[in-house]
């Protein structure tokens, strides 16, 4: 190189091995920052048909045929709802032990057929419903179907797996309950709902260890049962021929009893938050409701995007203000969480005790600049394009697609739905979402929980107002 010869930085030298350079190098120009490329349009995914049929038993079944993987999701939702104050514990160990044996089938026998097929199956419940949901090979969704037909038809619930699942889900549930999520999140359920069967997600220990095999039997008997029930299966999978195997393998499962849904619970009402002790701890969780909007309303989609404004995803105002600038968190979230006839906000963080007070207060700030400073076109367009694009992410595989019609169908709606959603985002205008905002995410449409030690944070949030022991 000679004398006149100008070197770039980060540049390769003829006859020098290349350095390497750095993420500021890569980005950037002798004239400033490359610009990035502007977003290209989203690409739509296509969904299938589903065809959808109610069997003579009262199971209505979904099925869709999605190509790609030869491979079948599964969802079975059967509504769970139980007002016995025993109901939540029984229905625990049902679900721990539905699984583990029936009059034809052992565990490990249950297990390896669905290893042959490459099959899983699971169980959860809660205060709603309860869900098998796996998934398989296409070709095995006889054998997996025969399975769950023989699950739900003849689970025994063995004593010797009854006591080992009971040890094992009083340990989990002595873990879980020591929390703190799990201690901010029955608190806020019951400032909420107050004593309605919902807030019940977790029994206690001692109510699980009271739990015998004959009720958990009693229990799949009375309220397992197809006449209300839900099965979605999406996968690379003929319509009428899975149908058809359905039918043949779940045929035996009948009752005259209909699956009994959860009661709406009350209104979410405005109210002062409620200061909940927890002694020594180091950390305060932060839990916010309001009432929201179901998916039927016209001014859902609005109220979504108004959402992730606020708080619904890492872009929003609220990460901007208490993880970005303030550093009080590492997330703060808000969203929209479905309950039977109805909606509710959300919104939570957790942060330091000595920080409490203060992002308490930059929280409610938040909420109430999202009303009196609405969202702007830019700020609009971003979440837009979030909701429309983690909307069809999450429907561009089996499992997703299952999910979300599985959970559209539990609330009056279906394929249809999904496919106009898009366009209901990309139709709403910043007037709308700022409606939305105004009506939805006031300060004084809120209650909830602070949850921490009272000794140590009392003062600084009592000092806010709004704040009640």
Known sequence: MTATEQHTPGQAVPGENPRHRSAEEIGRTAAGPRPLPPLGPTRAVPLPDVEERTLDSGLRVLVAHRPGVPMVELRLRVPFAGDEPTHPAVSELLASTLLTGTTTRD??????????????????????????????????????????????????HPDAEVTRERARLVERISLARSQPRTIAREALQRKRFGDHPITREMPTGEEVTAVTAEEVRALQAASLVPRGSILTLVGDIDTSAAIAQVEKALGGWTSEAVARELSPPPAIRADDLQLVHRAGSVQSQLRLS????????????ALQLANLVFGGYFSSRLMENIREDKGYTYGAHSGIEFVPQGAVLGVETDVASNVTAAALLETRYELGRITAVPPTDAEVEAARSYAVGSLLISLDNQGGL????????????????LRAHPARLE????????????EFLAPAAFTGVVVGDADVIGAGVRALGGISD
């Open 290 to 301: 309001a009432p929201a909007l179901r998916r039927h309303d016209p001014r859902y989609a």
């Open 107 to 156: 565990r490990v026998g249950i297990d390896d057929e669905l290893a042959a097929v490459g099959a899983d199956l699971g169980v959860n419940v809660d205060p709603e419903r309860l869900q098998v949901g796996g998934h398989g090979l296409a070709d095995g969704l006889p054998d997996l179907l025969a399975v769950l037909g023989d699950v739900l038809t003849g689970a025994t």
């Open 427 to 438: 139709s709403v205008t910043t007037a709308q979402v700022a409606e939305a905002a105004l």
């Open 402 to 417: 299952a999910s979300t019609l599985a959970a559209l169908a539990a609330d009056g709606l279906g394929i249809d739905w």
